[in-house]
């Protein structure tokens, strides 16, 4: 790549790129159109990554000073502008040139390439654009950084979306940094508290930091599918529930999903009381990625039978930024779905099998999945029973001790201990 750049004895000062990425900020504005509000879970991840790698320095003994760990959001309506800092590892000149210069850029370059004549596919996630996609929303991005380093310069960055960017000095005086979009007038929404708080809850809710709008934490912060079982009572499991499903009834059971070889999931799966005008269809489980919301819909996932469960799969081994598509013919995909179902499936032996002569109802809901999973099918059945015409209801009314040395996973019913 050539560069013509222009720069003081510090370093800073003004760098132009000669080099086609032009025409790569129009298709970040506008090619993700009704995906705009993803910058805030990407700009919130990075900050988050950050956090995390002072942890890992404060842990090593590299970093002796104080470890805080926020995320801070400010809104200025006058001057337009959204800022979101973090109190993590910050960034030198040099890291501001390697990361923001060239790594993301890379990084968003590659997405873009990849995905810009695909417009047509439903892509999982959108992950990748990463701190540009700030472009989608902002005429001007400006960085303030300090790096955690000792005697480091606090930096500032600015680029208008165009070819160049400016690099100087900053009077920021706290270790971390602060991305401060300039937003469009088109985009007006992102300065309104409620909205930023909608999409706090919605990508970034148990993300592992605290995340203040003003004075007021914002996210719930814990993932308990993260915690080991033993940690939790029933009624951490039910407030999950109830946080995520807050209108529908208790459920009767749940299993908490746990493993990290040959593929990492964590999760925990909630089987309901099915009523009458219930979705069977309609997938309801949440799909996460390192504690960062994804989808609300794990149909390629989540097998096609088991629909009617709810709760939350997280998992690394996923790959995003593919179309549903290539994501049912992945490998490690199809190993998830089968883990799951098999889990599930053992969960259901733990219960004593009830019979009714409703079972044929729901027989006939799941029978065109009978030849893709035979022997899961077989067990799920017998387990459930239809309360009216058209619904199935499943019913666990007897659960094996639970001190069993069986090796499956930790299936619990409310008030069962």
């Not at 090593?60 to 590892?89: C, F, H, N, R």
Request: aromatic fraction near 10%; hydrophobic fraction near 35%.
């Amino acid at each position: 790549m050539t560069e013509r750049t222009s720069y003081d004895n510090d370093g800073f000062g003004t760098r132009q790129h000669q080099h086609p990425y032009r025409e790569y900020f129009p298709i970040i504005k506008k090619w993700l159109y009704s995906d705009h509000e993803i910058f805030i879970r990407e700009l919130i991840s990075n900050g988050v990554d950050a956090i995390s790698k002072l942890s890992m320095l404060s842990r090593s003994g590299e970093y002796q000073g104080e470890a805080t760990s926020e995320i801070t959001i400010a809104i200025d309506k006058e001057a337009k502008t959204l800022s979101i800092s973090d109190s993590g590892i910050g960034m030198t000149a040099d890291e501001i040139k390697k990361y923001i210069n060239q790594v993301a850029f890379s990084s968003a370059e590659e997405f873009i390439t990849k995905y810009k004549d695909n417009t047509d596919q439903q892509i999982i996630g959108h992950f990748g654009l990463g701190f540009y996609s700030s472009f989608m929303v902002a005429a001007r991005v400006d960085i303030d950084t300090l790096s955690w380093q000792d005697g480091a310069q606090a930096v500032h960055w600015s680029c208008d979306g165009s070819t160049s960017f400016e690099l100087s000095e900053s009077d920021r005086t706290t270790r971390g940094t602060t991305i401060t979009l300039y937003l469009n007038d088109d985009e007006a929404e992102y300065l309104e508290d409620a909205r930023i708080k909608q999409l706090i809850k919605t990508y970034c809710d148990f993300m592992p930091v605290p995340i203040k709008l003003g004075d007021e934490v914002i996210n719930k912060q814990e993932a308990l599918w993260k915690k080991s079982p033993s940690e939790l009572t029933d009624e951490d499991y039910l407030n999950l529930y109830r946080y995520l499903y807050p209108f529908e009834e208790e459920p009767l059971l749940w299993v908490h999903l746990n493993t990290d070889y040959p593929f990492v999931v964590n999760g925990i799966l909630y089987f309901p009381k099915l009523k009458p005008d219930v979705e069977l269809n309609k997938g309801q489980i949440k799909l996460f990625c390192n504690q960062v919301f994804v989808s609300d819909n794990c149909e390629e996932i989540i097998p096609k039978f088991l629909t009617p469960l709810r709760g939350v799969i997280d998992s690394t081994d996923i790959p995003l930024n593919v179309s549903r598509s290539f994501l049912q013919a992945d490998r490690t995909v199809r190993q998830i779905a089968n883990y799951v179902a098999k889990k599930v499936a053992i969960a259901s032996k733990s219960y004593t099998a009830t019979t009714s002569p409703n079972t044929s109802e729901f027989g006939k809901i799941l029978a065109p999945l009978q030849n893709s999973a035979p022997s899961t099918m077989t067990s799920l059945k017998s387990k459930f029973k239809t309360t009216s015409s058209s619904v199935p209801q499943p019913i666990w009314p007897n659960l094996i001790n639970p001190k069993s040395k069986s090796k499956g996973p930790k299936v619990t019913t409310p008030g069962q201990k």
